[in-house]
């Protein structure tokens, strides 16, 4: 059993920043991160691999979000820039699984909530 805990979510003016954190209870393989709006459906952000941390990312965020992990730490980290409305939504990290589905993944997080104005 894997735990995680998000954090680092906040209010913030379009076109501003905000890194958020995953600190996982043990290191794993991968860690995804995935994003819920309202009235949608769970949505792959990003997902890094393996103790390179090998990362790939969803078109929609390509060029603006970073992920980057702490294996000494055991903490994934998701860089977010130049944000806009649109990616307003409760923001996840996931792990036991692989990949841009959120069915494959067996552990995740409370979630922690981004809300961009403009």
């Known amino acids: 059993q894997v735990s995680l805990v998000e954090s680092g979510g906040a209010s913030v003016q379009a076109g501003g920043s905000l890194r958020l954190s995953c600190a996982t209870s043990?290191?794993?393989?991968?860690v995804g991160w995935f994003r819920q709006a309202p009235g949608k459906e769970r949505e792959f952000i990003a997902t890094i691999m393996g103790i390179d941390g090998v990362p790939i990312y969803a078109d929609s965020v390509k060029g603006r979000f970073t992920i980057s992990k702490d294996n000494l730490k055991n903490t994934v980290y998701l860089q977010m820039n130049n944000l806009n409305p649109d990616d307003t939504a409760v923001y996840y990290c996931a792990a036991g699984g692989l990949g841009r589905s959120a069915s494959n993944y067996a552990y995740w997080g409370q979630g922690t909530q981004v809300t961009v104005f403009s």
């Open positions: 043990e290191r794993t393989f991968s």
